[in-house]
């Protein structure tokens, strides 16, 4: 994506974040949308891209927390499949051969950066946003790596609604079933980390809540879509627009 970011990073609780001001006057102070990257972090610039739009086309304040410490991953290491096709011919020998490198290569990296290993931080970083900037009503939303973030802060109360995009490391049904607050969920048709079974559990688990709850699959797309889109591809623009639509949508309707 291309652009220059308007906002700042500061640092807030353990984290440095970059945050997106909504037109002037803000007339939502104490609400908050938090945007949790995929492992590429604040090392591309489209988060930062991402908050602002999303920041003016809500109305809301956006906070991108770097939970890598400067350290997200080179995007150069970990090539991704623009579409739904190519995710799909990604088998054979010579393939099976090239992805077990590139893992092997990363391993050190994702050795330091488990979610596990930034849940603390986070945590710190949403109690500051509640204690030290004065906010009361939050909505997270995930992409990839970022999604167990907001599933964990939608159960524990913290986050009044979600949106998940793309989504990886979540497990059924115990991630879906403790989940207390609306969530959306922005899905690629063709995705290693959260495919069509793993989709069914979730809309199982969720289909008896007493609280919003969608689905939306965009044709043609892979993982990575909603945050590394490929805008020469009509499916992968048209899915990066509405993810990225779905997401500002379902925040207004939930946190204004």
């Not at 992968?236 to 379902?250: D, L, P, W």
């Amino acid at each position: 994506m291309e652009g220059a970011a308007k906002g700042e990073v500061v640092q807030i609780g353990p984290l440095a974040t970059y945050v997106a001001e909504p037109p002037a006057p803000n007339a939502h102070p104490d609400t908050a949308i938090v945007f949790f990257t995929d492992v590429f972090g604040l090392r591309l610039n489209n988060p930062k891209l991402m908050a602002d739009k999303m920041a003016e086309t809500t109305g809301i304040r956006v906070y991108v927390p770097d939970l890598f410490f400067g350290e997200g991953l080179d995007p150069d290491s970990l090539p991704i499949p623009d579409t739904a096709e190519a995710a799909r011919n990604q088998t054979g020998i010579l393939w099976t051969v090239k992805k077990t490198f590139t893992i092997a290569g990363l391993v050190p990296w994702y050795l330091r950066h488990k979610a596990s290993k930034h849940l603390g931080h986070a945590d710190e970083f949403i109690q500051a946003l509640k204690t030290e900037h004065g906010l009361k009503t939050l909505g997270a939303v995930g992409y990839c790596y970022g999604a167990p973030f907001c599933t964990r802060y939608n159960a524990s109360g913290d986050a009044q609604a979600i949106v998940l995009v793309h989504p990886s490391s979540l497990k059924a049904p115990d991630d879906f079933a403790s989940l207390r607050a609306p969530v959306s969920f922005a899905l690629a048709e063709e995705d290693h980390a959260f495919g069509p079974e793993l989709a069914a559990q979730a809309k199982a688990a969720l289909k008896d809540k007493p609280f919003d709850v969608e689905f939306v699959t965009y044709k043609g797309t892979a993982h990575g879509f909603g945050c590394r889109p490929n805008y020469a591809i009509e499916d992968v623009r048209k899915g990066f627009e509405g993810a990225f639509a779905q997401t500002c949508s379902f925040f207004k309707k939930h946190l204004i």
